[in-house]
């Protein structure tokens, strides 16, 4: 049985949090489409051009803590703003999300334009601010130097470009039930996304 999951938000909403502990609660395999524009935004980083790095990926790419820098994130919002890029990632994503057995993907654009006909979307948000305070928690017990300020200040930017980009912008699916996590602990985000996907199965 094929069914699609299709979890976007911005960043730091708590999409991965939430997409990982749907993808398990259901046995359904996750792809973190985040990572590919991450992966894209590193080789740019190391002088590739990223039209042709998006064409070559390669599984291996796709690891790495290095992946989850903010610099990295910066340059992954950036290559995700260039349509030959987005163009070259989209047959790898919807053979993920149409694999047997079922597959959560989460990202920007799934129920919008990877996989509009997903069985199941949810679009997971929350404040600017709220998300600025998690990524910088994040950040620094991960051991990255940074402040509130200028994590807020890059949750905003990265924000306005996925937002305002021409090619696939950041926005909920017609059909999708927004949760808005900010008041939310991850348990109830999830116990949210675990019941909207429920009403879908049962249709
Ligand atoms: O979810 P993330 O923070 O790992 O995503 C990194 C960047 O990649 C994000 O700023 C926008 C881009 N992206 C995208 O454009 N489309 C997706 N489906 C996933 C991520």
New binding site residues.
């Given amino acids: 049985m094929a069914f699609t999951i299709a979890i976007?938000g911005?960043?730091?909403a708590g999409?991965?949090t939430v997409s990982k502990a749907v993808a398990a609660h259901f046995g359904f395999a996750h792809l973190?489409?985040?990572?590919?524009?991450?992966a894209v935004?590193a080789k740019m980083l190391a002088g590739v051009d990223p039209v042709a790095a998006a064409q070559g990926l390669m599984a291996e790419d796709l690891e790495g803590e290095g992946?989850?820098s903010p610099d990295?994130?910066?340059a992954?919002?950036k290559?995700?703003?260039i349509g030959a890029v987005?163009a070259a990632?989209v047959d790898f994503?919807r053979a993920f999300a149409r694999r047997a057995g079922g597959a959560v993907?989460?990202?920007?654009?799934?129920g919008t334009?990877?996989c509009p006909g997903a069985e199941a979307k949810l679009f997971v948000t929350a404040s600017a601010e709220v998300r600025a305070e998690r990524r910088y928690l994040e950040l620094v017990n991960k051991g990255h130097e940074t402040s509130r300020e200028a994590v807020l200040a890059d949750v905003k930017e990265?924000d306005a470009?996925?937002m305002e980009?021409a090619e696939?912008p950041?926005k909920p699916a017609a059909d999708a039930v927004v949760i808005d996590t900010s008041e939310m602990s991850i348990e109830e985000a999830v116990a949210e996304a675990i019941k909207a996907i429920d009403a879908r199965l049962g249709e």
């Avoid at 973190?32 to 991450?38: A, I, K, N, P, W």
């Fill in positions: 976007d911005p960043a730091a999409k991965g973190d489409t985040g990572l590919l524009y991450r935004g992946l989850r990295v994130a910066q992954a919002s290559v995700a703003a987005r990632l994503q993907l989460d990202g920007r654009d799934i334009v990877i990265r470009r996925d980009r696939a950041l």
